[in-house]
């Protein structure tokens, strides 16, 4: 049975395939929440970035609500185990950085709704198949799984981007 880390790391290699095929330098990004279920996993999270080739490694806080808020102190790292998650991240930033592997960014979820003000240049595809412009905005414009994505674009779906959201909605 095909689990959860097997379809990402098909779809991390159906991207790098596209990526090629298309000659476009187009960023691969894997984007993670951390808890009490994954922090001591971290590390060999990095390394399989590196291994994938994956241009972008992001860290996102987990946000307390629907089941997160539900099972909190299941989910939630306290306060001295996230400072010292959050240390060591830094540290792999500069390494990986330095070596020019892998950018880590620990993410601000609020900062894509400012961005969404001005200039959409990213689009997320979640895990099924919707096209947003942020995982954290509930607006799907479309579905991969539905419709191949070269239909998006051949509607001309791509002038929306470099406009403001609020316009397009």
């Known amino acids: 049975k095909e689990g959860a880390y097997f379809s990402a790391v098909k779809a991390i290699k159906y991207l790098e395939n596209a990526k090629r095929e298309l000659d476009k330098n187009t960023k691969i990004v894997v984007a993670c929440c951390i808890h009490k279920k ?40 306290d306060y001295e185990t996230y400072k010292k998650l959050v240390n060591y991240i830094k540290a792999m930033q500069k390494k990986l950085f330095i070596n020019n592997q892998l950018v880590i960014e620990l993410s601000d979820s609020f900062s894509h709704l400012n961005a969404m003000e001005s200039e959409i240049d990213f689009l997320h595809i979640d895990e099924k198949g919707r096209l947003m412009f942020s995982p954290y ?21 791509t002038k929306y981007w470099g406009y403001p959201l609020l316009i397009y909605m």
């Open 38 to 77: 994954n922090y001591e996993e971290i590390g060999d999270l990095i390394d399989f970035c590196v291994k994938m080739n994956i241009d972008f490694l992001r860290f996102q806080p987990l946000l307390s609500y629907g089941r997160a808020d539900e099972n909190y102190n299941n989910m939630f790292l």
């Open 137 to 157: 905005v509930p607006f799907s414009f479309g579905n991969i799984i539905e419709h191949p994505f070269d239909e998006y674009i051949n509607a001309r779906f």
